[in-house]
């Protein structure tokens, strides 16, 4: 592997570097741990943490820290490499075989609701090594997947195998069912030139030769790959295979994007004395530096590492003003530092809560802290002196966008004492639109037309529902006294789509007086 990013991070002297991963030379050690069963843990020590947020970016800030890079929680969607991919051409190829940018055959959701083929790039692929299942379909077809991959059927997205990473059961493959075949989805419309080459079934045929009639565990481990397309998936042996878009990430550190990305979390133990050494820079301006618009900071990871105490007194100290956004409950333990801080610079602190009801939200964010609990770390937080903004995200249509069920959530926000809220209606963009989609057709079936019309135009719910919200929005806010910041309501914000700090609930986002922030006309990079 050649070093790139990674030798920005590297510590002159420091030990030897770990066995396949030689740009990683600020190594300290690699740790394994009981309560994070697989993951291994490298604690590096870096050479920088303050991040510049490129120049296009919509956010309300210039600046960012990540102690950690990796995700503990992360599924694998992988396929046997000899897997047949459909390219653009009409011709097949291995899985192995395929290379970044090649253009293959995807799908996605018309204006009108209907999925069909399209041409996309391919903008990573890896390799992996885990267990296996081959899925046999009743036409002799054999696809070797691991037990997270996911492929669709007429109820959605499933995965192979039920088990996942958060425990419990998740939709998964059923004997009998059909799997969704690239055929199924040409039409005239694209069966123009450039476009796939692929013969429409007939009108009104069954794909029986895609229904499943087994899925057989394979004894050991076996390589496995997987690709990330523009569109979220791909047509793997004929059949819609969708793949993890989020994994090319992990590459930007110069680790493989496959076995590094699910078991190779890195630790910049030196977090917050670097950055207290890049704070002291004499050009640095002291802008507002955020944190949890990338990588949670109060992962569970940081309740082994504690990280955070040292960077809030990094930051404070040097009188730069700061933002945290999380779900994470463990920040409760450092108010006791945020409170310290903010005596010194402003903070920012934000927490999402998207509804009240506890069975809903078991079914729609499994894995993360209950609404009461939530409530109770905005109200610690007003406890301790500190602002707190509630972003109110994301609405649901038919679901969690009642006047009741707005005015009873807003209500718990204002009690606990939130400084504002913003509210944003559900985005739907590719990947989590299949997800969403195939949870709706299982959960609330009489809802699928009504999301079709309201996302007919794309990722952002219709301009009419918005308009709507916002006029039924308001006038809570203004009974519950939270109409300090931005109130989105989920369209595209600011000038030419650009979000804004208004887009963000007032308490979210420092106040910083007009003069704290003096950019010198050629603003250092600490990078």
């Given at each position: ?64 820290v ?8 992360a ?10 991919i459909?390219m ?18 995807g ?6 609701g ?14 992996t ?85 087994g ?61 207290a ?18 990588t ?15 960077i ?76 707190c903004g ?23 926000i204002?009690t ?17 639109r ?18 079709a ?7 952002y719910?219709d ?32 000038d ?32």
């Amino acid at each position: 592997m050649v070093g790139v990013r990674w030798d920005e991070q590297k510590v002159a002297g420091g030990p030897e570097e770990l066995p396949g991963m030689p740009a990683l030379k600020g190594l300290v050690r690699s740790v394994r741990t009981p309560e994070f069963a697989g993951i291994t843990f490298h604690e590096v020590r870096a050479r920088s943490v303050l991040n510049r947020v490129p120049g296009a970016s919509p956010m309300p800030f210039a600046w960012t820290v990540n102690p950690y890079r990796g995700c503990s929680h992360a599924c694998t969607y992988c396929l046997s490499l000899d897997t047949r991919i459909l390219m653009v051409d009409g011709t097949s190829v291995r899985l192995a075989d395929v290379r970044v940018g090649d253009l293959v055959v995807g799908s996605e959701v018309r204006s009108n609701g209907i999925r069909s083929l399209v041409p996309t790039p391919v903008h990573a692929a890896w390799t992996t090594t885990k267990a296996a299942w081959r899925v046999r379909l009743l036409d002799g077809t054999a696809i070797v997947a691991s037990a997270d991959h996911r492929f669709l059927t007429r109820r959605g997205w499933v995965h192979v195998r039920p088990e996942g990473c958060e425990g419990g059961e998740r939709p998964h493959l059923r004997i009998g069912e059909a799997l969704v075949g690239a055929e199924t989805l040409a039409d005239e419309a694209f069966r123009r030139p450039g476009s796939p080459p692929v013969a429409p079934a007939p009108p009104g045929d069954e794909p029986g030769g895609r229904v499943v009639v087994g899925v057989d565990e394979l004894p050991g481990e076996r390589a496995l790959g997987d690709l990330t397309t523009g569109t979220g998936d791909f047509v793997a042996d004929g059949v819609i295979s969708h793949n993890c878009f989020a994994r090319n990430t992990h590459t930007y550190l110069d680790l493989d994007a496959g076995d590094d990305f699910d078991r190779q979390v890195v630790v910049k133990l030196n977090a917050p004395e670097v950055l207290a050494r890049e704070l002291r820079a004499p050009r640095w301006a002291r802008e507002h530096v955020a944190m949890g618009t990338n990588t949670d900071p109060y992962q569970r990871a940081e309740g082994r590492y504690a990280l955070m105490p040292g960077i809030i007194k990094a930051l404070g100290a040097s009188g730069t003003p700061f933002s945290i956004l999380t779900k994470g409950t463990l920040l409760a333990r450092d108010l006791p530092e945020l409170a310290a801080a903010a005596r010194d610079v402003p903070v920012g602190v934000g927490v999402s809560l998207a509804l009240l009801d506890p069975e809903l939200h078991r079914r729609v964010e499994p894995g993360t802290p209950t609404p009461r609990a939530r409530l109770d770390l905005v109200r610690r937080v007003r406890d301790a002196g500190l602002p707190c903004g509630v972003f109110v995200a994301p609405v649901l249509p038919g679901l969690t966008d009642s006047d009741e069920a707005l005015d009873a959530l807003l209500g718990e926000i204002a009690t606990a004492g939130a400084s504002g809220a913003s509210v944003l209606a559900l985005h739907l963009r590719p990947g989590t639109r299949e997800w969403f989609h195939a949870w709706l057709a299982r959960e609330h079936p009489a809802l699928i037309e009504r999301y079709a019309a309201l996302y007919r135009r794309g990722a952002y719910v219709d301009a009419a529902y918005r308009k709507d919200l916002a006029a039924r929005v308001g006038p809570l806010l203004a009974r519950h006294g939270l109409t300090g910041g931005g109130h989105a309501m989920g369209g595209r914000q600011g000038d030419e789509g650009r979000e804004t700090e208004r887009s963000w609930p007032e308490g979210a986002v420092p106040e910083i007086p007009e003069k704290v922030v003096e950019a010198p006309p050629e603003q250092l990079s600490l990078l």
